[in-house]
Each structure stands twice: as structure tokens, then as C-alpha cells.
């Protein structure tokens, strides 16, 4: 699918992407973007002829997610490969680094990876596979876990147990809410595959950390908190 096609299909079948407000955009999964609608339309120039702003906002919020959906692909891997205990811990540092790690290199290619694994039903039948597998060799325990890790992610437990000091670390990495620093990554890269010009990037990051600041403190704790 070419660049423009892609985003003729984007604009038709994900009109309820976000919502637009004067502080900026307010995701289907409850996300604030600090940044307004005709801001982005503005800065991100001509990538909007090739991936619509509904499309970059999903492919955002599939990046934010990504976390728990690495950790839930991964973690069948580590339970099958290393002992218990030594796959738990492994499986919460995956998801501890991601999480950290993620917001400086969201990709084109990689959301579009994401965005097809965080599928409930994929990984419902991922986990039923692996975790017959691990049936199957006896291994009664992990199969245990597998199933309890995966609750736990789903329902965004593990998310909000590790929330507030992983959001505290990741304001001292990144100079912008984390939301943004995606959605913004995302445009900068869309626009060197599609080798378009984005000159008013810092324009774009200024506008957004002077809506951030506009806004109360609870429509800025909400970016981190969507809805499940």
C-alpha cells in the first residue's frame, strides 16, 4: 500500500482516533496529546499527505502500549527457556526497559509491528499455544504463571503497580510528556521515509510543553493512565 493510499484507508475507518480539544488531542484510549489539532496539521506539513493524524495517533498509542505487549510476547520464550523464577524477573525487566527505552525510537516499521501483536485475540491464541506446549512437557508451574502474567497485563495491573516510579524515571529522560515524545518521534520519522520536511519541529515541541503547562494536573496524569 502506497503512502497515500495508506492514508486514504486510515482517514475512512479511524475517525474516532482522537478527540480534538484547545489543549490538544484526547486519544480513543484516553491518552492527552498536548498539541492541537491544527498544530499538528501545521507542523507535520506534508507527512499528513502520506499517514493520516488518526493513523499517527494510533500508531502512537500502540507505541505506548508496547511495553506490555513485548512483555507478553517474550514472556512465554523466558518461561519455556530459563528456570521460574530467573523468566519472572526477566519478563518484569523487559518490561521495565521498554518502558524506559521506547519513547526515544518509535519507528513506522515498528509501530506497524505492534500495533498487529497488541491483537487480544493474537495473543489469546499465542498464550494457548505455548501454554499447552508447556503442559504438554509437564511444566505445570510456568503454565501457571503464563496464565497469571497474563490477567495481570491485560487488566493493566502490573502497569499501575509500576506506574509511578517508572513515570518518575522517565520525566528526568525525556523532556516532554511521554505521549508526546512519541507522537512527535513518530512524525519526525514518518517524514524521513517519506523524505518530507519538518522544519518547525522545536516550534511543535514548544507549543506542546506550553499546552502541557496549561493544562491541570489531573488532564496531565491522565496520558499515562488509558483506558484498558
Known amino acids: 500500500m502506497s503512502g497515500d493510499e495508506e ?7 479511524d475517525a474516532a482516533a482522537y478527540v480534538a480539544t484547545p489543549y490538544g488531542l484526547m486519544s480513543a484510549a484516553g491518552r492527552w496529546y ?29 507505541w505506548m502500549d508496547s ?3 513485548v512483555t507478553l510476547w517474550a514472556l512465554p520464550l523466558l518461561l519455556w527457556a530459563v528456570p521460574l523464577g530467573w523468566a519472572v524477573l526477566a519478563a518484569v525487566g523487559v518490561y521495565c526497559g521498554w518502558t524506559l527505552a521506547s519513547p526515544s525510537f518509535p519507528g513506522v516499521g515498528g ?40 490477567v495481570l497485563f491485560r487488566w493493566g495491573i502490573v502497569g499501575w503497580t509500576l506506574r509511578a516510579a517508572l513515570r518518575s524515571v522517565r520525566r528526568r529522560l525525556y523532556p516532554l510528556p511521554v505521549a508526546d515524545q ?4 513518530l512524525i519526525v520519522r514518518a517524514a524521513l521515509k ?35
Open 7 to 13: 492514508s486514504h484507508a486510515s482517514s475512512s475507518t
Open 34 to 62: 498536548h498539541i492541537p489539532e491544527e498544530g499538528v496539521r501545521e507542523y507535520a506539513g506534508g507527512v499528513l499527505d502520506h499517514v493520516s493524524l488518526d493513523q499517527l495517533v494510533r500508531w502512537a498509542d500502540a
Open 67 to 69: 511495553p506490555r505487549t
Open 111 to 150: 509501530v506497524r509491528v505492534v500495533s498487529v501483536l497488541r491483537n487480544v485475540y493474537l495473543q489469546g491464541g499465542y498464550y494457548v499455544a505455548t501454554l499447552s506446549f508447556l503442559a504438554a512437557a509437564e511444566q505445570l508451574a510456568a503454565v501457571g504463571v503464563g496464565l497469571t502474567a497474563f
Open 182 to 185: 512519541v507522537l512527535r518521534g
Open 194 to 228: 517519506y523524505r518530507v520536511s519538518v522544519p518547525q519541529v522545536d516550534a511543535m515541541t514548544s507549543d506542546i510543553l506550553d499546552n502541557w503547562g496549561a493544562q491541570s494536573e489531573s488532564s496531565s496524569d491522565s496520558e499515562e493512565h488509558p483506558a484498558s
